[in-house]
Each structure stands twice: as structure tokens, then as C-alpha cells.
């Protein structure tokens, strides 16, 4: 069995192993080097944090193992189709590769798919489900935000 097949299935028995315990059936594995880093389910069941899917868990578990939000040279192997606040994480830390077993396609008869957001997210901003607007406020007499960060990063002069 190659790597793929093997993280993959290891994602799928966690997420198995997720259903005995009341949850979603989904699981990640996060690897580097071919070396297991971290491995998560859905834990939305037991935590109420709609944010607690497996593949967020994953690189949480990564990251505080690693002692950093940086998971580049990291792949994620997933159970099922990665929904985009998953994707959008794992881009932002750096993982550059993403394997799943079952489709969007697969989960949809069973209420499981998110394809319906990524096709809403791929709408422009005022043609979205959820209003998102831009209100560019600026407090009298404090520096920009963003400076006053860049300045205690050491980045400004």
C-alpha cells in the first residue's frame, strides 16, 4: 500500500472511530517526512465549536507540536472533501498538499457536502448569502493598526 492509500486510511478509521463517540465522520492525518505530526477528528459533537473539524484540529495539534503556525513541507490526508474554512487554514499555514478519500459528491445524500459554500464564497462579496461589507473606520488620534503592528514587530523604523 502506498503512503496515500495508507494516511488516507487511517483518516477514515479515525473518522470511524469518530462515529462510536456520537461525531461526524471525519478524520485527518497531518504529515511531514513521511512521519504522522498529527491526527484529529470532528469534534463539533463533543466541543459545540463549529470550527472543530478534523482538518482544524489537525493543524492546531501540528502546529502546538511543532511549536510553530508554520506547516510548510506538511500534507494533510483527510476522510473527506476539505470544506474552505479547512482549505483557507491550511493555506495559511503553509500545507502544500491535500489528499481526500470521499467527494463532496459522495457526502451530498447524506447532508455531508459543502459544495453549496464554495459556490457561495465564489460569488462576489454583494452577491453572497451572508452580508460582508467594508466600513473603513479609524479611531481618532490612534495610529493605523496596522502600522502601530508592523512598528512592534520591529518592521517599521
Not at 457536502?113 to 467594508?134: G, K, N, V
Not at 473606520?137 to 502601530?148: H, I, M, S
Request: with cysteine; glycine share 8%; aromatic share 8%.
Amino acid at each position: 500500500m502506498d503512503d496515500e492509500s495508507r494516511f488516507l486510511c487511517e483518516a477514515i478509521e479515525l473518522a470511524r472511530a469518530n462515529i462510536g463517540k456520537g461525531g461526524r465522520p471525519f478524520g485527518a492525518v497531518l504529515v511531514r517526512d513521511g512521519e504522522v505530526i498529527a491526527a484529529a477528528v470532528n469534534e463539533i459533537h463533543a466541543t459545540n465549536d463549529p470550527t472543530s473539524h478534523a482538518e482544524m484540529n489537525a493543524v492546531r495539534a501540528a502546529s502546538r507540536k511543532l511549536g510553530s503556525p508554520d506547516l510548510r513541507g506538511c500534507v494533510v490526508y483527510a476522510s473527506g472533501h476539505p470544506c474552505p474554512m479547512c482549505l483557507a487554514a491550511m493555506r495559511l499555514s503553509g500545507v502544500g498538499e491535500v489528499f481526500y478519500a470521499y467527494s463532496n459528491e459522495d457526502g451530498a445524500p447524506f447532508g455531508l457536502s459543502t459544495a453549496a459554500i464554495y459556490e457561495d464564497l465564489a460569488r462576489p462579496f454583494p452577491e453572497q448569502s451572508m452580508a460582508i461589507r467594508h466600513v473603513p473606520v479609524r479611531p481618532e488620534g490612534q495610529a493605523d493598526l496596522y502600522a502601530a503592528w508592523a512598528e512592534a514587530q520591529g518592521r517599521l523604523k
